[in-house]
């Protein structure tokens, strides 16, 4: 069984962001023909090269290694996520550095632009991601620095899934959580609902009471998130699986206990 989702992303093929500006002046935005084509053949070197350059403060030397990264997407996403996994704390409640987390813009860029522009990214990339990797998405997505969460919102929207869905949902009991992040979180959420297991149905309808009750009482404009938890409710009760149970070849959520507490 593959762990393909049964609807697209909420979100626009697009390149967007502040910080991608400076990526589609080298590729132009290009349609997802265009990116696709063989790029030159680098050894893997060349390829960890790249990803270390992503970090470099100047922008002419980042736009090439994107670009270069790009081209060559099939041979360097197992490193681009291999990338994510470094910014994981090894405990699930941890969060990584601001300071570290933006340094994930441009790595994000890349993987945005892959994720919703490459024909069969999305399921590649699920086939590696574990975890470590989509616990730091989830900490991007909800990081104060703006085109970060933009970036990573796209990324986790695409590939969040039936094995990961619980982890979303844990977030959204974190008192931390900023507004932002939240709608982020709830809009990842929303794309797998229409297809969870009923362990994951569990999690949602948890998740939306354990949310309201941490709501009540605030001052705080909430009209957005109680949209968007009605929708994620309705949506994971009228899922195609609603009422299978998760199969032995999806891990991951069928035993999850939350992290965050939850409100008594």
């Known amino acids: 069984m593959t762990r393909t989702g049964m609807i697209g992303s909420l979100f626009p093929r697009i390149c967007g962001s502040l910080a991608a500006a400076i990526l589609c002046a080298a590729i132009q935005c290009a349609p ?15 390829i960890r090269a790249a990803i270390q350059t992503l ?19 099939q041979r360097a996403l197992d ?7 470094t910014l994981d704390r090894g405990k699930p409640d941890s969060a990584p550095s601001e300071s570290e987390l933006a340094s994930l813009i441009p790595l994000t860029d ?6 919703l522009n490459q ?3 999305v ?3 699920r086939e590696q991601d574990d975890e470590r990797s989509i616990r730091t998405l989830i900490w991007a997505s909800r990081s104060p620095n703006r085109n970060l969460r933009i970036n990573a919102t796209y990324v986790l929207a695409s590939v969040a899934d039936n094995t990961n869905l619980c982890m979303v949902l844990d977030h959204l009991r974190d008192r931390n959580l900023n507004a932002d992040g939240r709608v982020n979180l709830l809009q990842v959420a929303i794309t797998v609902a229409p297809y969870a297991y009923e362990e994951n149905v569990i999690h949602v309808v948890n998740a939306v009471a354990d949310l309201k009750k941490l709501m009540a009482g605030t001052k705080e404009n909430l009209s957005m998130t109680t949209q968007l938890l009605g929708d994620l409710e309705a949506r994971a009760k009228d899922s195609i699986n609603a009422k299978s149970k998760l199969p032995a070849s999806l891990p991951g959520c069928k035993d999850y206990s939350p992290v965050f507490a939850r409100p008594s």
């Open 119 to 121: 024909t069969g990214a």
């Open 32 to 46: 997802a023909a265009a990116q696709g084509k063989p790029g030159p053949q680098g050894s893997d070197s060349r």
């Open 55 to 73: 970090r470099s403060p100047v922008a002419s030397d980042r736009v090439p290694a994107a670009s270069f990264l790009l081209e060559n997407w």
């Open 110 to 115: 890349v993987l945005r632009s892959i994720v």
């Open 79 to 85: 490193d681009l996520i291999a990338e994510l996994r």
């Open 123 to 125: 399921q590649a990339f």
